[in-house]
């Protein structure tokens, strides 16, 4: 295994390591990680079976189940049908999202999910780990960027991530210190400024994932893991 160690601002530790990742193929209750000793298994899905709005919230017609598949799509087509039904200017649902609910204090996430869209849009599509806390965009030439809530940003090209195609991501986090683990590559980020929390979500950590406009969200499967 080949390692880079690196410091930059405010004492950010980058660990730079290649390893290979099949999502699916893994057992509900295997754990693995670098980062902690022991899990349990918090929640399991390859949506063949029933919705589980407890993690995903209510249910409407933006998100449906279909061939072992949770699909993600804008509540509205237009402005004006979003503006008549919902009786205001904002958070209209022309572009998809989505929230995952229910993140425990510290946690190994895999989860297999692609955006469906012709192009990137400023932001859009987005990952966001905590809500508007870490976030997880794709670069235009390919690979992603991380953005941390005090404003550093780390582009990671290696990873190959794209629109269209699957991405398979393993977060492993604990305040303060998280690995991030796109496709075949991954990083560990140790710093103050990483952080799921924020103070002013009422719901408490979550992930909520944005898809942009004429975006289509796409969910496989997750593994959700309480660790310590």
């Known amino acids: 295994m080949h390692c880079i160690f690196s410091i930059v601002s405010r004492f950010v530790v980058i660990l730079s390591v290649t390893f290979s990742m099949t999502l699916n193929a893994a057992e509900p209750g295997d754990f693995k990680s670098q980062l902690f000793t022991s899990g349990n298994l918090d929640y399991s899905d390859d949506f063949g079976g029933e919705y589980h709005a407890g993690r995903w919230g209510a249910r409407r017609d933006d998100k449906r189940m279909e061939g072992g598949k949770l699909i993600v799509e804008p509540r509205f087509a237009s402005k004006d049908e979003a503006m008549r039904v919902l009786k205001r200017d904002h958070h209209l649902g022309l572009e998809p999202v989505v929230h995952l609910n229910q993140i425990p204090e510290a946690f190994v996430c895999h989860i297999r999910y692609k955006f469906d869209a012709k192009k990137l849009t400023p932001g859009r599509p987005c990952f966001q780990i905590g809500h508007h806390m870490i976030v997880l ?92």
């Not at 990671?156 to 210190?177: C, F, M, R, T």
């Not at 990483?194 to 499967?221: L, Q, W, Y």
Request: charged share 30%.
């Open 137 to 228: 965009t794709l670069l235009e030439s390919g690979g992603h960027q991380i953005r941390l809530p005090d404003g550093q940003v780390f582009k990671e090209p290696n990873s190959k991530a794209a629109l269209g195609q699957w991405i398979d991501l393993v977060i492993e986090y604990k305040k303060g210190e998280m690995l991030l683990g796109v496709n075949e590559y991954k990083k560990i980020y140790k710093d103050e400024a990483v952080t799921i929390i924020n103070e002013k979500d009422k719901f408490g950590p979550r992930f909520s994932i944005k898809g942009g406009p004429e975006c289509k969200i796409v969910f496989d499967s997750v593994r959700l893991w309480s660790a310590e």
